[in-house]
């Protein structure tokens, strides 16, 4: 389990602003790659739905996905082995798109596991059960017994029949039983939060240090007893045994003391995390785009409908596929997508890149941001065999890095955005400006004469980048740190290349 480390918060920011260091970020950036077909699809369908937050859609699909997959797929790490799933937690500006997030992907998670759960129906044996039955729990409390449950003891028990107790000597139902009764996090399927700010993670108090140990083990290893969680009943003298095999999907506003939480306590180094403060630009423009829906009558409800079914076919044909993979390599979980020389070859050069990062850090600081690093490892390698796996390919290769690095990388830049913008210490409706400012003048400087698609305006990507570390002085990475703050105000069309063009405002 990570331990909380004991940092100064000061000293945290200190180190945290050499992130400013254009030259030491360069190193991590991958490139742009297509990611697999399904997950375009869903990000494009789930971004009509939650407009502007296309990268949490396209995390949504990993974590189905992943889920889905925890029983039959594993990543091999020597004598150990990563299961597949993802744990999201996204932290973002109150009233943009979360909550819309989660009520579209609520009945494709709910159909997909029932698909699953039906699916050893079509081998002739029983539906999944017990731990293994996938469901989805969005629980509103965070008490011990509302996440764990609690048991009865010696309470009746409905199969005992008084009346053949008396005539057959032999019958042995015991008329009393010890019941057991599971919370939300029992079992497998999508353990949903969506107000995870009143989780107590974020608060120094007792129960935070609870309620960080509860998460912290069930986002352990799945093929080792490390993820059981158990509680003592004193009452009972017995404990409590909860087996969790879930994902996390958790969305909360960003709570006060972030910055240094993030950093000291160890639960979220078990997290995918994305953290994102909406630019004042892009809230103006999501009320307006809201206003003009308004009076609009829009037959949603048929045509989610058709979505939730599509999305939930889309992941029980990855799922079938797996199992027609894990009989081919006689029930390996470790061989169903396996690795290449070249896949593992571009691992070792993140790997090698992040560390030429991290070196320039205190030792102190190294120690708590080296956690970050390698989960980030870990979240790659995951990625990259959902990847493959949605590509039915059963080979791991360099491609398939880059596509799970790409991932990886706008989670960090999320996190690196949000700490130097802290340190700045200036209004935030300040800096928001001062950013779009930079990236307009990188536009119009690149001289955006370009046709595409029938329109004038558009200029290649790559030279505004070019025109932007020119203007700036800096590496590429700072204008890829800040570019998810400001890309609403462009827009991007992929052809041969890339090319991007300055949205005109609209009339008053």
Not at 355 to 367: C, P
Request: glycine share 4%.
């Amino acid at each position: 389990m990570a331990k909380d480390l004991d940092v100064d918060e000061w000293e945290l920011y200190e180190a945290m602003a050499k992130v400013t260091d254009d030259s030491s970020l360069e190193v991590i950036r991958s490139r742009k790659i297509e990611l697999p077909k399904d997950v375009i699809r869903w990000r494009n369908v789930v971004g009509e739905f939650s407009l502007y937050n296309e990268y949490s859609a396209s995390m949504s699909y990993f974590v189905s996905l992943g889920q889905i997959l925890k029983d039959t797929v594993r990543v091999p790490i020597g004598r150990l082995a990563l299961d597949p799933r993802i744990h999201y937690c996204w932290i973002q500006t109150s009233r943009s798109g979360k909550t819309t997030m989660f009520d579209f992907l609520s009945p494709v998670w709910e159909r997909t596991f029932e698909l699953i759960n039906s699916y050893p129906t079509t081998r002739n044996n029983l539906p999944l059960s017990g731990v293994r039955q996938f469901t989805l729990n969005n629980p509103d409390s965070f008490t011990d017994q509302a996440l764990l449950g609690t048991m009865k003891m010696n309470v009746p028990n409905p199969d005992y029949n008084r009346q053949e107790a008396r005539e057959d000597p032999e019958y042995d139902t015991p008329e009393f039983e010890d019941k057991t009764i599971y919370g939300s996090l029992y079992g497998s399927g999508i353990i949903a939060f969506d107000e995870f700010e009143h989780s107590g993670i974020f608060k120094e108090s007792q129960h935070k240090q609870e309620t960080v140990m509860l998460f912290q083990k069930f986002m352990n290893r799945l093929d080792s007893k490390s993820h059981l969680i158990k509680k003592r009943l004193t009452e009972w003298g017995k404990d409590l045994v909860v087996d969790s095999q879930r994902s996390l999907w958790a969305t909360t506003l960003p709570p006060e003391g972030f910055e240094k939480v993030i950093l000291t306590k160890g639960v979220f180094q078990r997290m995918w995390l994305y953290v994102r403060d909406v630019p004042e630009s892009l809230r103006a423009q999501m009320e307006e785009d809201y206003i003009d829906m308004v009076g609009e009558i829009m037959e949603d409800e048929q045509g989610s409908a058709r979505y939730h079914e599509e999305f939930s076919e889309m992941l029980y044909n990855s799922y079938r596929w797996v199992q027609e993979r894990l009989e081919a390599v006689d029930g390996d979980k470790r061989k169903v997508v396996e690795w290449t020389e070249d896949g593992q070859k571009a691992l070792k050069n993140v790997w090698r890149g992040m560390k030429k990062y991290m070196n320039t850090f205190d030792d102190s600081i190294y120690e708590a941001l080296n956690t970050f690093l390698m989960n980030m490892i870990n979240n790659i390698c995951i990625a990259a065999a959902l990847c493959a796996v949605s590509e039915r390919s059963p080979k791991i290769t360099a491609k398939h890095i880059k596509q799970g690095r790409q991932l990886t990388d706008e989670s960090f830049d999320s996190i690196t955005s949000w700490f130097t913008e802290k340190l700045k210490k200036r209004p935030k409706r300040f800096s928001d400006k001062n950013n779009e400012k930079m990236y307009i003048a990188a536009y119009n400087s690149t001289n955006p004469k370009v046709k595409v698609n029938g329109t004038n305006g558009w200029v290649d990507k790559k030279l505004m980048i070019e025109s932007f570390r020119k203007n700036e002085q800096c590496g590429r990475n700072k204008f890829y740190r800040h570019w998810q703050s400001v890309k609403h105000i462009f827009e991007e069309v992929r052809k041969s290349q890339t090319y991007v063009k300055l949205k005109v405002e609209k009339d008053e």
